[in-house]
């Protein structure tokens, strides 16, 4: 015991390999400790294998905290890490210049502004992508396999990420792009302004996920009490996000995804459909079901790193599974098939009026 503690003292009184090094290849070549630092721990989130685990520097933390308030800069677009590296498009904000500009989801990002961001990570991308509303911006992207070249101005914007709406005869329709911090409180005001007594499709296509608090929030709008997602921490430690709402929404409701339909977007899915409280309409959703948690780092950086994977009330795992849906239709014909399995609820709990 005494010569293993004076082993540890001696190793711990020197500077590690990768102290040093940094601090040789700083003195050696024109560039900042800063810039050394990222790419270190940049190389050790590549060498972990973990396609979702990210560092943000302290602008990009700026950047990511406006995006999840609903503020937005640049041209509306949402990232994910690309299966071979690089970065590619997970979501595009309705309205947005991307939108109006052609952009799709599943698009890769080759170039922007001339410079090469095929292997960049989600971060740099984003802090490219952003700038002074009014300037212009140039990409090349990738999509199957062909370049695609577009002019953008970037816009500045504060928005919602809800959108609710009557599409029947006392029905609406929830649209939510992301699960961003005003989630619940959008859904809540727009709801406020319809008649919905005969069902809700809450729509989650294309929704690339968000903040899981947010996610669970709006579960609980519809579901009184009991599980709605777990997942087990690398120390075997099992955390549960259960709902408690005395009053919760009890209309029918359908749920529509699609193909990228993802993380906490898959949660609400997955939570809907396992509790019996939702119809779930569409193709099999993305199957991102990693729990990323953020830590703050000593230069105020923050380094996003996956502690588990998500469990549906079931106990169903999301990650690389996907929500396969209880009615599998196409998007044309999804917002169909929510309206007559609504119709269908309504006449089971009501026969007479049913007919």
Do not use: C, H
């Amino acid at each position: 015991m005494i010569v293993s503690f004076g082993m540890g003292f001696f190793l711990n009184s020197k500077k590690s390999s990768v102290d040093q090094a940094l601090q040789q290849i700083a003195s050696d070549q024109k560039i900042s400790q800063a810039e050394l630092e990222r790419a270190a721990i940049e190389g050790m989130l590549r060498a972990s294998g973990d396609r979702w685990s990210i560092y943000r520097d302290n602008s990009e933390v700026s950047a990511e905290r406006d995006e999840l308030e609903g503020r937005y800069s640049g041209i509306g677009i949402w990232l994910r890490p690309g299966v071979g590296g690089g970065t590619e498009i997970a979501g595009i904000k309705s309205g947005s210049i991307a939108a109006r500009g052609g952009l799709k989801v599943d698009d890769v990002i080759a170039l922007i502004d001339g410079k090469d961001f095929s292997s960049a990570d989600v971060p740099s991308t984003i802090d490219a992508l952003r700038g002074t509303p009014g300037t212009k911006l140039a990409l090349k992207i990738l999509r199957n396999g062909l370049e695609n070249d577009f002019e953008l101005v970037r816009e500045n914007y504060v928005t919602s990420d809800v959108a609710v709406s009557s599409v029947d005869e006392s029905v609406a329709l929830i649209r939510v792009e992301a699960f961003s911090e005003r989630v619940v409180v959008d859904t809540l005001t727009g709801l406020s302004q319809v008649k919905y007594g005969k069902g809700l499709v809450i729509d989650l296509r294309d929704n690339p996920g968000g903040v899981l608090t947010s996610a669970t929030d709006f579960v609980q709008l519809f579901i009184r009490s009991g599980l709605i997602v777990s997942y087990d921490r690398g120390s075997g430690k099992r955390i549960a996000l259960e709902a408690d709402n005395k009053n919760p929404i009890s209309v029918p409701i359908t749920v529509i995804v699609n193909e990228n339909t993802a993380s906490s977007a898959e949660v609400v899915a997955g939570a809907l459909q396992d509790r019996n409280r939702g119809v779930v309409i569409g193709v099999k959703t993305f199957g991102k079901g990693s729990v990323q948690e953020s830590i703050t780092l000593s230069n105020g950086a923050s380094l996003e790193t996956t502690v588990g994977k998500f469990r549906t009330p079931s106990g169903r795992f999301i990650d690389k599974k996907g929500i396969t849906p209880d009615v599998i239709a196409s998007d044309r014909e999804s917002l169909k098939r929510s309206l007559e399995i609504l119709q269908a609820l309504n006449a089971i709990n009501d026969p007479v009026k049913g007919g």
